[in-house]
C-alpha cells in the first residue's frame, strides 16, 4: 500500500505564507506526478497544482504567480509553498500522487487525508 501524509495548513492572515508538505511512503517503484488539490465547503475538489516527474508544472489560474510547487524525488515529498494568501484559498488541501508498486506495473492514483487551510480576512 502507500500512504501520503500531509503537513503545514494552519490558520493565516490574508496576504500571509503557509508551506505544505507531502511525503508519500509504503510499496513505491517509482512516482509519476504529485500535485496538490482542493476542496472548499459546497464546492467540488480541484487542482491547485501539478509536478512532473522531471519537474514540468501546472497551476490554476487563480493561484498563478503566487503558489510554487515543489518535490524532492529522493524523500518522495511535494511542497507547495503558498503566498500573498486570500480568503477564497480556503480549503481542505488534498495531497495527490500517481504511482508504479512496481516494476512494470500499472500507475495508480492516491491521495493524503486532506490538510485545512484557513485565510482570514
Known amino acids: 500500500q502507500v500512504q501520503l501524509v500531509e503537513s503545514g495548513g494552519g490558520l493565516v492572515q490574508a496576504g500571509g505564507s503557509l508551506r505544505l508538505s507531502c511525503s508519500a511512503s509504503?510499496?513505491?517503484?517509482?512516482?509519476?506526478?504529485m500535485g496538490w488539490y482542493r476542496q472548499a465547503p459546497g464546492k467540488q475538489r480541484g487542482l491547485v497544482a501539478m509536478i512532473g516527474s522531471r519537474g514540468s508544472t501546472n497551476y490554476a489560474d487563480s493561484v498563478k504567480g503566487r503558489f510554487t510547487i515543489s518535490r524532492d524525488n529522493g524523500k518522495n515529498t511535494v511542497y507547495l509553498q503558498m503566498n500573498s494568501l486570500k480568503p477564497e484559498d480556503t480549503a481542505v488541501y488534498y495531497c495527490?500522487?500517481?504511482?508504479?508498486?512496481?516494476?512494470?506495473?500499472?500507475?495508480?492514483?492516491?491521495w493524503g487525508q486532506g490538510t485545512q487551510v484557513t485565510v482570514s480576512s
Open positions: 495527490n500522487a500517481v504511482v508504479r508498486r512496481r516494476l512494470g506495473g500499472t500507475l495508480a492514483e492516491y
Open positions: 509504503g510499496s513505491i517503484f517509482e512516482i509519476n506526478a
